[in-house]
């Protein structure tokens, strides 16, 4: 092939690529393009064309239509996904059911699990229903499960799966909800698979519900640009009631993105509620984050504040740039954006707390620990600090350590900070 096919071929590949980002969302910028070009070269296998630039070429080749999208979605989506996943999300819709009860409100609750893959989430969350909040009765629980990809929702409809999908669970404690066929598969209970709806909706362009208590779209914003992620997140946003939430994957939360919404930070999650008022403007995604104090916890282990209790500069370039690579899908070039803005600003306490406080978000306890030590170098009596260095500890099992952390950061807090303080308080409480 002559260097001149070599660029004809590249861009075919190029604009299959934005045809398909236009239509689906699905981004293939940076790192993903390999991923789109070998999912080109089985699609043509499937397809009978005789590889990827065939593929790339028929894909740009007619108008574009549902049947496309659903075609690419099977070859171009990822169905990782497992029972009882981050299970605060589903302590999170208990709370919401127990609400609801409480309230005295006749209506349904009414879930949506917004790219549901294979099923093993909206089952997860009709089944932590059925089991944590026995007193709900199934027919006041309305859950919609959906997603791009059909051949994934013909999975979840026939709710049968394999030990896999509870490799964080064990199946056997799951009955009667999950019962064994006796040949390594494991089929939901009928009663619990007629709770849920399934129906293809692409996040993308389609027709979204509306009225939902709680939305949980985990793992998928990944998969979008960030303008694309930030028009998904709106338009999930107005299919909530006002005061539902939205759960993402806490690597998918920055309060840049999730305009209208006060972040609540657990321990190990991040949820966002809804506020009443409109959401405002978009902001630009590359613009600076404006990091919000989130409302207190409504659950056990909160982390209460995710701005830094003493004054960040505004224009703070580099957690910037860090927030729009982690938001652009680009992991580890966010942490690595990050080290390098951890070194050039060793002197500020501000950024070192906020970037402890990232790493921790991103699953990055060593660098979050290195961030931490620095912020009590400069500022030795921050509480917040401790509080953050107690999460480092607890999570690596050091629990009395841990506990000596939260009773230094209970007495830094003081009445200055009394809400740190009092989450301290209530977590060393729980410890004992
Ligand atoms: C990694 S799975 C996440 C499954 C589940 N939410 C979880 O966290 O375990 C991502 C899902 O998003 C779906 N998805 C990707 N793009 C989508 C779109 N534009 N509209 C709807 N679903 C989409 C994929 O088909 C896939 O099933």
Same mark, same amino acid.
């Given at each position: ?17 934005? $045809? ?11 790192? $993903? ?6 999912? =080109? ?11 990827? %630039?065939? &593929? ?9 239509? !549902? ?26 819709? *208990? ?15 009414? @879930?949506?699990?917004?790219? &549901? *893959? ?6 997860? @969350? ?23 990809? /059909?051949?994934?929702?013909?999975? %979840? ?12 669970? /064990? ?11 006796? !040949? ?10 007629? +709770? ?20 949980? *779209? ?16 709106? $338009? ?44 405002? %403007? ?16 409504? $659950? ?14 505004? /224009? ?19 942490? +690595? &954006? ?32 290195? *961030?931490?030590?620095?912020? =009590?170098?400069?500022?030795? !009596? ?9 999460? @480092? ?11 000596? =952390?939260?009773?230094? &950061?209970?007495?830094? %807090?003081?009445?200055? /900070? ?15």
């Amino acid at each position: 092939m002559s260097a001149i096919d070599d660029i004809v071929v590249a861009d075919v590949f190029d604009l299959a690529a934005q $045809r398909v980002e236009a239509a689906t969302g699905l981004t293939f910028a940076g790192l $993903r393009r390999r991923q789109f070009d070998a999912a =080109l070269e089985r699609m043509a296998g499937a397809l009978g064309l005789p590889g990827a %630039a065939a &593929c790339a070429s028929w894909l740009l080749a007619g108008p574009w239509d !549902d049947a496309l999208s659903a075609l690419c979605a099977r070859f171009l989506t990822v169905g990782e996904t497992y029972f009882l996943r981050e299970p605060r999300a589903f302590d999170l819709v *208990c709370d919401q059911a127990r609400a609801l009860l409480a309230r005295g409100t006749v209506r349904p609750l009414r @879930i949506w699990s917004a790219g &549901c *893959c294979t099923g093993e989430e909206p089952y997860s @969350i009709a089944l932590a229903l059925r089991r944590d909040v026995p007193q709900l009765p199934p027919e006041r629980v309305d859950i919609l499960a959906t997603d791009l990809n /059909d051949a994934f929702l013909d999975v %979840a409809r026939a709710g049968v799966y394999p030990r896999w999908s509870f490799r964080r669970t /064990d199946p056997a404690e799951l009955a009667p909800f999950i019962q064994s066929l006796g !040949d390594g598969r494991f089929e939901v209970d009928a009663t619990l698979r007629a +709770q849920v709806r399934f129906a293809q909706l692409n996040l993308a362009s389609g027709t979204y519900p509306s009225a939902m208590d709680v939305i949980v *779209c985990r793992n998928v914003l990944m998969y979008f640009g960030p303008d694309q992620a930030a028009r998904v997140v709106a $338009r999930l946003r107005a299919a909530l009631v006002d005061g539902g939430w939205l759960v993402v994957n806490a690597s998918e939360a920055s309060t840049r993105l999730f305009q209208g919404f006060t972040p609540v930070y657990l321990e190990d999650a991040v949820f966002f509620r809804k506020d009443a008022l409109p959401a405002p %403007a978009p902001v630009p995604v590359e613009s600076a984050p404006a990091a919000a104090r989130p409302a207190p916890a409504p $659950r056990p282990e909160p982390l209460p504040a995710a701005a830094p209790t003493a004054p960040v500069a505004p /224009d703070d370039a580099a957690m910037a740039r860090v927030h729009a690579l982690a938001q652009a899908g680009g992991r580890e070039e966010a942490l +690595q &954006c990050l080290r390098r803005a951890v070194e050039a600003e060793a002197l500020s306490a501000p950024l070192q707390q906020r970037a402890a406080l990232f790493a921790l978000e991103q699953g990055d306890p060593a660098l979050a620990r290195h *961030c931490v030590r620095r912020l =009590l170098y400069l500022e030795p !009596d921050s509480a917040f600090g401790h509080y953050l260095w107690a999460l @480092i500890e607890d999570a690596a099992g050091r629990r009395p350590r841990a506990r000596s =952390l939260l009773r230094d &950061c209970r007495r830094l %807090a003081g009445a200055a /900070d009394a809400e740190l303080g009092g989450a301290a308080a209530a977590w060393l409480e729980r410890m004992s």
